[in-house]
């Protein structure tokens, strides 16, 4: 079959690698029908993560299960499947009930990323732990809405709900990527009165304008929100970028008792942390990987309905042929593309 294969920095390919197999009695095969390429895929494409050579990428696919493991006991062959992006060991209580990030036997690992994991960026992928990995699409879910499911539309909803959002509130969200995007379609969940979204890209403050937001250039996001708030702040502020510089920013913008949550990956092991000011407010910091399996329930309901609509980020779709020139391409930001749905079949 093929795939795309990490063969070191800035250097992916799409070439021919070994059908995977059942290696453990609780694992399944699926065949992928849609994959994506991740802001967290970039990672890997600019050399940061220690993989090897030879590894297939990607942690963003949905598709069809081929094959069940004899410990398999909730799908069958013909299910059509998404896959949590990241994974524990299956077994242990906490993985068994959707925690994965907190695995008891340290084993929280994410497809295209932890070595040995293949990714999804392929025609099928090997899913260990397969009962508590998976989920049915429902009737009324897309497989792009699909693909959403497997790690940012989650992503942004767990941005959302531990910023604990009070009807009413003023809701900051920092960044307009693709998560930041899910970020804002969930906030908006919760029954916040306005929610201002900073960002520098002209074409992704549009779009979120058109969703809802109040967009704010980040070169004049300071000054507008000490007048939107009367210099009270925001009562909570989502950041969704990761860099040193909006982690502060976050704390600045944030009311006094406020929360900041924070999902954006920042992995300093020495962030310059304003203590002083997020003492004086009393504030609430939280930040954390996602636990895509136990956010499930809440979300694949809200997007069968129609209440969550996370494709509006696909504007770019091509085949897996194209895959290493996508890369090459959503890595320079070319023509704005904002997310790439990968077609395996192409
Ligand atoms: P992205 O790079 O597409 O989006 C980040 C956005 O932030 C961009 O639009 C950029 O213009 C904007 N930005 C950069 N500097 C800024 C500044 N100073 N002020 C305002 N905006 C600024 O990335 P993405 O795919 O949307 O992902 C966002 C983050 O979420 C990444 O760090 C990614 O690794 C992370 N992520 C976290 C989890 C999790 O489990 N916590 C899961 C998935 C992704
Ligand atoms: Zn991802
Ligand atoms: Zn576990």
Partial sequence: MRGLVYHGKGDIRCEQVPDPTL???DGAIVRVVKTAICGSDLHLYH?????????????????????????VSGFRTGDRVIVSGVIGCGACARCRAG???????????????????HGGQAEAVAVPGADHAMTRIPDGVSDEQAVLLTDILPTGYYG??????????????????PVGIQALLCAQLFGPARIFQVDRVPE????????GAIPLHADQADEALVEATDGQGADTVIEAVGSD??????LVYARSGGTVSVVGVNTSPALPFPMGLALMKNLTFRTGLVPVQELWPNLVPLVASGRLTPEIVFN???GLSDGAEAYRRFNDREDGILKVLLDPLA
Avoid: N, W, Y
């Avoid at 963003?60 to 299960?65: C, D, I, R, S």
């Avoid at 510089?245 to 976050?250: C, F, G, L, P, S």
């Fill in 23 to 25: 290696e453990t009695a």
């Fill in 47 to 71: 050399g940061d993560l220690p993989v090897p050579s030879g590894f297939t990428m990607g942690h963003e696919f949905v598709g069809e299960v081929t094959e069940t493991g004899s410990g």
């Fill in 99 to 117: 925690q994965v990030i907190r695995c008891e036997r340290h084993e929280t690992r994410v497809f295209g990323m932890s070595p040995e994991l």
């Fill in 160 to 177: 959302a709900r531990r910023a604990e959002i009070e009807p009413g509130d003023t809701v900051v969200v920092i960044g307009a990527g």
């Fill in 204 to 211: 992704r403050l549009a779009l979120v304008e058109k969703l």
């Fill in 245 to 250: 510089a909006t982690i502060h920013k976050a």
């Fill in 316 to 318: 770019h779709h091509v």
